[in-house]
DNA sequence: TCTGGGGTCCTAGGACCC
DNA sequence: TCTGGGGTCCTAGGACCC
């Protein structure tokens, strides 16, 4: 058996880099992307991350630093990004089917078929014919574990020289690379472990992989463990292929703006319940379990959340249904004295579409569940044919008031047929 | 005034059973 | 007063990721 090698393709300042290509103008220029709402900072162009500003920050916080550094924001335009995001996606595919997308800008491949001689010039080559065909900035790293390739690409996007690329399979300088990598820059630490590994001196990803099996378990879990084999060169976390099929599926949103409406609430539920329903039909799957949540400001004091679920003796994924039920969850918590902040649905506890047909019918009434699947099929295939919304359900038009903010959203510049960049030819 | 939106996995502890 | 031991299932919460 051949031994395996990894590699991650990772895009560089993503929602950014996706920015530029249609505004070649901003390539050295100061660029931040917003979450919605504009609230957070959720991408920064390597001179945002020079000023200081860091993931996540709360744009209110920085707009001192935006002002005077001009700073040119964008909404976040997440169509624009997952298109630019699938054709990466395709072209890997091409290099091979072993891919596990792990993100929106991540990608795993299974080198271990493939025969390489040169680690160091794939990478390179393969982040060329990326650059050239989709405008998109990569790094690359190549190891004998995912963790290590992880490593390996982070150290390939900061260390200048080496261009992207980086291959720590059979590379002697391992040990040199992993001192120089601060234990929290481990893919698997994060806020809580870091101190407590600080605490034992553990600073260093090199320290990290010295650990004992058994004290990496005693402090980390069975997790710590197994990460610290994989620093090691010992693949402890495979391909994960099945990827694509969610086991739960969560659709929430700030709103534009607090409200105390009953009908802006039920609206903002009911067009969570479509889209999640829509992502959980097109995994082929059904829930057993449905949930809602409402919060007030979690930023403010008295801060409450309200949830409720429900369970399903017959798995669905019925958009009609699960939207009266949600707004019938929403229903038992309602209090008109209450400032809503943010709302959410997700459902849960799949099984595959398939399976109800053949091994529940005792339970079901088979015409039911024959209609609602039909009607489905009918309502997703006139949005994909006609466009998104071209119908749905009318408890989505009671309030659009819950809809968040994007003011400064860029084109849809590759998915809207009204948006696409427009060239001007000087005679 | 203004602080995102989605996921996964692991573990501890309770309920329940024999 | 004292009041087993072990297995399984489920859930809530912790921790991490992008």
């Not at 820059?185 to 870091?194: A, E, H, S």
């Amino acid at each position: 058996m051949k031994r395996p090698i990894f590699a991650l393709i990772d895009c560089n300042n993503f929602f950014v880099s996706c920015e530029r290509i249609f505004r070649p103008d901003l390539e050295d220029k100061p660029v931040a992307v917003l979450s919605s709402n504009d609230g957070c900072v959720v991408a920064r162009s390597n001179e945002v991350k020079a000023l200081g500003i860091p993931m996540a920050a709360p744009a209110f916080k920085y707009r001192e630093i935006f002002d005077r550094h001009s700073i040119v924001k964008f909404s976040a335009n997440l169509e624009l990004y997952g298109n630019m995001s699938r054709r990466i996606t395709e072209l890997l595919t091409t290099i091979t089917p072993r891919i596990e997308v792990y993100s929106v800008d991540e990608s795993f491949l299974d080198l271990s078929q493939l025969d390489i001689r040169d680690y160091t010039a794939w990478g390179d080559a393969v982040r060329e014919s990326i650059l050239r065909w989709t405008g998109l900035p990569v790094s690359i790293g190549i190891a004998p574990s995912k963790t290590l390739a992880k490593l390996a690409s982070d150290r390939g996007k900061k260390q200048l020289s080496l261009g992207g690329v980086l291959s720590l399979v059979d590379n002697p300088q391992l040990d040199q690379h992993l001192s120089e990598v601060p234990v929290d820059n481990v893919w698997g630490i994060g806020w809580r472990l870091n101190p407590k590994l600080r605490a034992e001196g553990l600073n260093s990803a090199l320290h990290l992989a010295q650990l004992r099996p058994q004290r990496a378990q005693q402090l980390m879990g069975i997790r710590g463990r197994q990460l610290v084999a994989e620093l090691n060169g010992v693949c402890c976390f495979g391909l994960d292929l099945e990827h694509q099929k969610p086991k739960s599926i969560m659709r929430s949103r700030t709103f534009g703006e607090d409200t105390n409406q009953v009908g802006v609430v039920e609206a903002a539920l009911a067009s969570f319940a479509t889209t999640a329903a829509f992502r959980l039909r097109r995994s082929n799957q059904l829930a057993r379990r449905a949930g809602i949540f409402i919060d007030t400001n979690k930023h403010k004091s008295g801060f409450r959340r309200w949830s409720r679920e429900t369970i399903y003796q017959v798995p669905t994924a019925d958009t009609g249904q699960l939207i009266s039920d949600v707004v019938a969850l929403f229903s038992e918590v309602y209090n008109p004295r209450m400032s809503y902040h943010r709302a959410g649905v997700w459902l849960g506890d799949f099984m595959p579409a398939d399976y109800l047909q053949t091994d529940l019918l005792g339970v079901v009434s088979p015409a039911a569940h024959d209609h609602s699947q039909a009607r489905m099929l009918a309502v997703d295939t006139l949005n994909e044919r006609f466009g998104k919304r071209t119908v749905h359900y009318a408890a989505e038009d009671l309030a659009q008031t819950w809809q968040p903010r994007h003011h400064i959203r860029s084109p849809r510049y590759t998915t809207n047929v009204a948006e696409l960049p427009q060239v001007k030819i000087v005679p």
